[in-house]
């Protein structure tokens, strides 16, 4: 059953031996070692796990790894250049827009794709966007700032 | 989580996926957006032992409109529907419901003919789909028929599809002209399941009274529910508050609701009754008089 599944992350062609039953969320973690993606529910729930597949907003644990095959998928781990962080990431440390930091990777997938889409969404576009995502923390106040922070630093 | 062991198959042709299902029967399961099916996977509620991955079969995404009628390829995703504005030029209704859909992340998946195969009694496009009289074009390897909204869905997830039949096309007719429609939705929070929603047509006669009223509900019975003798109360009423409030009175008069941990029986009825007179008003609102 296991077979060699093999796609573009993160601008890199990687390639791992799994079983085809493995989800893209686990594919990324226990194969690729990529871990900065996070497993919440593992059911299309908490958001947490939200990767772009060819940059569009997607949760990972609801779309098998073999499906990924001829697409171009971005982690959180593909956002940052080097030492520099990306916008989203800068913009959600100056906002404090994390507490205990599980939910954030999804948080700032899901802000990725939207800026992408919309540069300067209203904080009720922002909020509709986010609403798959979910903070444990409840820390949204300062996620929303954190986005609008990140539009108003794109566009200066 | 792991989902139970299945064999996976990516045709790229309408063909070998209906080969597929001829050979492996109730054995296999078609996977589309995966939005549904994966989580049923998770939880092991689904244990197919092929799962046939229609994501990779040309031609089967797409958007039309010919002879006021809009056709979906049924891998036409959620998201694309909900930006097309072949979608909002003619199909107000669905327009409306669509972001009602989980979340933008879930719809970037999702599939119009996935939620309409699976046919939860809460989700959206059931309800678009009786409302508008839509038909489904369901194809075997052998054979090709059109099914009606009004006989297609049958249940809890369950649909008049064949365990050989793929769901291929969905066809939309765009309603009466001048037509007014709404779809309102109550739930316990933005993008969560339903606990009560309402499709609403009303289209008007030249001396501005109700020449057809369509309803549909959803999350009062085990299939998007048409309550046919309000709609039909309504036909030939002035649309005035106390005729739009007596519909949604019939409307939910032999209703008896389930309850769950989301909302008890009688307050899903009370739910209904508000948001049928709601989406009726609003429908009003939207209708033109026949001229």
């Known amino acids: 059953m296991s077979e060699t599944i093999a796609f573009d992350v993160n601008g890199q062609h990687r390639s791992a031996e799994a079983d085809v039953r493995t989800t893209l969320a686990d594919f990324l973690r226990e194969r690729l070692g990529l871990t900065g993606t996070h497993l919440g529910c593992e059911h299309g729930v908490c958001g947490a796990c939200t990767v772009l597949v060819d940059e569009v907003a997607v949760r990972s644990c609801l779309m098998l790894a073999v499906q990924a095959r001829g697409h171009q998928v971005t982690t959180v781990e593909g956002l940052a250049d080097g030492d520099q962080l990306h916008p989203v990431q800068q913009a959600f440390r100056e906002s404090h827009g994390f507490q205990c930091g599980f939910c954030t990777p999804g948080f700032v997938m899901m802000t990725t794709a939207l800026l992408q889409e919309n540069p300067h969404p209203s904080e009720e576009e922002i909020r509709d966007a986010l609403s798959g995502n979910i903070c444990r923390c409840t820390g949204y106040q300062s996620i929303v700032e954190g986005v609008l922070r990140a539009a108003q630093s794109a566009s200066g | ?291």
């Open chain 2, 1 to 291: 989580m792991k989902t139970p062991r299945f064999e996976y198959h990516a045709p790229r042709s309408v063909e070998e996926v209906l080969g597929l299902l001829a050979e492996h029967g109730d054995e296999a399961k078609v996977l589309a957006g995966g939005q549904s099916l994966v989580p049923l996977l998770a939880m092991r509620l689904a244990r197919p032992a092929h799962l046939v991955d229609i994501n990779n079969v040309e031609g089967l995404a797409g958007i039309a409109e010919r002879d006021g009628v809009v056709t979906f390829g049924a891998l036409t995703r959620e998201r694309a529907a909900e930006e097309s504005a072949v979608v909002s030029q003619h199909l107000p209704v669905m327009a409306e419901a669509l972001p009602h859909i989980g979340h933008i992340s879930i719809r970037n998946r999702g599939t119009v003919g996935g939620s309409i195969a699976h046919a939860d009694a809460l989700a959206e496009l059931p309800a678009v789909a009786r409302i508008t009289r839509a038909e489904m074009v369901v194809r075997t390897s052998t054979n090709e028929r059109v099914v009606s909204a009004e006989d297609f869905f049958q249940g809890h997830f369950t649909t008049a599809l064949g365990d050989e039949e793929l769901l291929t096309e969905v066809r939309v007719p765009k309603g009466p002209a001048g037509a007014g429609w709404a779809f309102e939705e109550v739930a316990r929070r933005r993008g969560d399941f339903a606990l009560v929603g309402v499709a609403a047509m009303i289209a008007l006669d030249g001396a501005g009274k109700v020449g057809e009223a369509r309803l549909c509900l959803i999350g009062v019975a085990d299939r998007p529910l048409q309550p046919s003798a309000a709609e039909a109360a309504l036909v030939g009423a002035e649309p005035s508050t106390e005729a739009l409030v007596a519909a949604a009175e019939e409307a939910v008069r032999d209703l008896r609701p389930s309850s769950d941990i989301h909302g008890s029986g009688e307050y899903r009825r009370q739910l209904a009754r508000v948001t049928i007179r709601r989406s009726l008003e609003v429908a009003v609102s939207r209708a033109g008089k026949a001229s």
